[in-house]
């Protein structure tokens, strides 16, 4: 059973930053080739903040570049991203994501992690 355990949301100012961290964990030894974090604001469409593939790539929503910093430790199965000069746009519902190879491509999601920005 695979299971995403997402951490490090909360409130803050405007300005401010968060670290949300992502332990993936499972019965057996998995091979991830995508992982990273999407959002959702209220009355919004699921959208992408950040993914970072096994060879390291990593990709960024254009209203996320150079504000949030996503990086993995592969011994930990562990995601992170650092939100800095976060703003109330970023208000959301933040959830981990993973595309793990078993065959078949298989994609999971965390039970997201709530972050508020205040003006």
């Known amino acids: 059973q695979v299971q995403l355990v997402e951490s490090g949301g909360g409130l803050v100012q405007a300005g401010g930053s968060l670290r949300l961290s992502c332990a993936a964990s499972?019965?057996?030894?998995?091979?991830?080739?995508?992982i990273g974090w999407y959002r959702q604001a209220p009355g919004k469409q699921r959208e992408l903040v950040a993914t970072i593939v096994d060879g390291g790539s990593t990709n960024y929503a254009d209203s996320v570049k150079d504000r949030f910093a996503i990086s993995r430790d592969n011994v930990k199965n562990t995601v992170y991203l650092q939100m800095d000069s976060l703003n109330p746009e970023d208000t959301a519902v933040y959830y981990c994501y993973m595309r793990v190879w078993r065959g078949v491509f298989t994609s999971y999601w965390g039970q997201g992690t709530q972050v508020t920005v205040s003006s």
């Open positions: 499972s019965g057996e030894t998995m091979s991830i080739r995508t």
